[in-house]
């Protein structure tokens, strides 16, 4: 946990609902949102301005980006770290992850995920809900393992790779960054082009 007691959560959204849910089991107390579009309360948090506003609270405040997309993640990421900004990761009380692991600040790690000695994790990357990455699998910045995943052991996943619900990445497999791997699909063969990935096995959209 951060030595600063306030979190301020950008993306008043789904996502961030969870992180929120997440930050309040870590302990953080004072927690609240900034949201360019959403105003009031969300999630019975206060959404106290735009995002921007995050100027005003560099001093006092930790930050996490809870916003789903990867290359929106980054940028809003990449602003906070120009600026000094405390970024901070989130993760559940209720996952498994081995002593070794390694994980890149500003990442979230759901309820129920698991992480198996030897991995490496990048910053401001997701772990959600039941997704599972075995040993020594290497993930890189702004990766997005989606609810329920499987990804064996000694897999590489570049940067900004989102891999889709129930999907599974099967052991000793590479795949380059900026691709999107579909739902469900199966990852059987190196993926060493970017892009859209659908199947069983998956196979590049055209």
Known sequence: ?????????????????VCADIAKLCGYENISFLDDNTEGFFGGYEIIGKVLDYKEHLQDSCFFVAIGNGEIR??????LEKDGAEIVSLIHPFTSIAEDVQI????A????????????????????TCASVDHDCALGDYVHVAVG????GTVSIGKNVWVGAGST???????CGDCFIGAGAVVVKD????????????????
């Open 1 to 17: 946990m951060s030595i600063k007691e306030k979190l301020i959560i950008i993306g008043a959204g789904g996502h961030g609902k």
């Open 74 to 79: 980054r940028k809003f990421f990449e602003t």
């Open 104 to 107: 890149g600040k500003g990442s």
């Open 109 to 128: 790690v759901m309820a129920g995920a698991v992480i198996n000695s030897g991995t490496v994790i990048g910053k401001g990357a997701i772990i959600n």
């Open 149 to 152: 995943t499987h990804v064996c």
């Open 169 to 175: 990445v099967i052991n000793n497999m590479s795949i």
């Open 191 to 206: 993926i060493d082009v970017p892009g859209k990935y659908v199947g069983v096995p998956a196979k590049k959209m055209v």
